[in-house]
């Protein structure tokens, strides 16, 4: 089976975590959220533009300071006129992706509960690792099918996961493994149970975007089978 490119996978994230809405200069869409993370919050090229300084410098003009995203393979034009406008390049989520069949199976009893909208207690979880209120807004906008996941190991909760459903592709966002329940295999039970419900609402594979400084989290999704499949870049004004 083959795997979903970088484009499909962008455009899968983007679709299930939306912003409240966006903003338009020339050839860019602007998120209406500024705080978050940065790829939810960087202007984007649309889907075949192309993009001069001034479209850039109009940008700036707008939201001073903005995070311009770049797609590797795909965008790497802006990304040049960018460098070349003194932009720096501040690092890179990786985009995963991998079939869901192989994670498909049965799971411990009371290891993970799909549902939504999510429980207090996922959002308790969230929110005290740095995931506020303001931050969760977008998987509230989301289209259905959609879950949270609540994880739980040694009869107590150790994370929460949200999962939205695009095009055939589950993306998994807001990946939360407690740090007392690390390494031992919570974060794999994550991807299967996430697995299974995507699976029975219809999608043949599991993405996400992933920091690719993050090495304990690549090496968990390589595990699970998932491969990277191209970048998202972000460049800021020095």
Request: hydrophobic share 45%; net charge neutral; aromatic share 6%.
């Amino acid at each position: 089976m083959t795997l979903p490119g970088a484009e499909r996978i962008q455009a899968a994230i983007r679709v299930t975590w939306p912003p409240s809405a966006l903003l338009h200069s020339g050839p860019f869409d602007l998120p209406a959220e500024t705080s978050g993370s940065r790829r939810a919050t960087s202007a984007r090229l649309r889907p075949g533009a192309t993009a001069t300084v001034a479209d850039i410098a109009a940008v700036e003009a707008l939201r001073p300071g903005t995070i311009f995203g770049t797609t590797d393979g795909v965008e790497d034009d802006l990304a040049r006129t960018l460098a070349a406008e003194g932009y720096r390049d501040e690092g890179i989520s990786d985009l995963m992706a991998g079939p869901v069949a192989p994670l498909v199976g049965d799971l411990p009893r009371v290891s993970g509960f799909a549902h939504w909208p999510p429980l207090a207690i996922c959002d308790a979880l969230w929110e005290a690792h740095g995931n506020p209120p303001p931050r969760r807004v977008p998987m509230h906008l989301a289209p259905e099918p959609r879950t949270a996941i609540l994880l739980r190991a040694n009869d107590r909760a150790a994370g929460a996961l949200f999962v939205g459903i695009h095009d055939g592709l589950a993306v998994l966002h807001m990946v939360l493994t407690l740090p007392a329940h690390r390494r031992q295999g919570v974060g794999l039970l994550g991807i299967r149970h996430a697995a299974n419900w995507a699976r029975d609402h219809g999608a043949d594979h599991i993405v996400l975007p992933v920091e690719a400084d993050n090495i304990a989290a690549t090496t968990l999704y390589a595990r699970a089978g998932l491969v990277r499949q191209g970048g998202y870049r972000y460049w800021r004004r020095q």
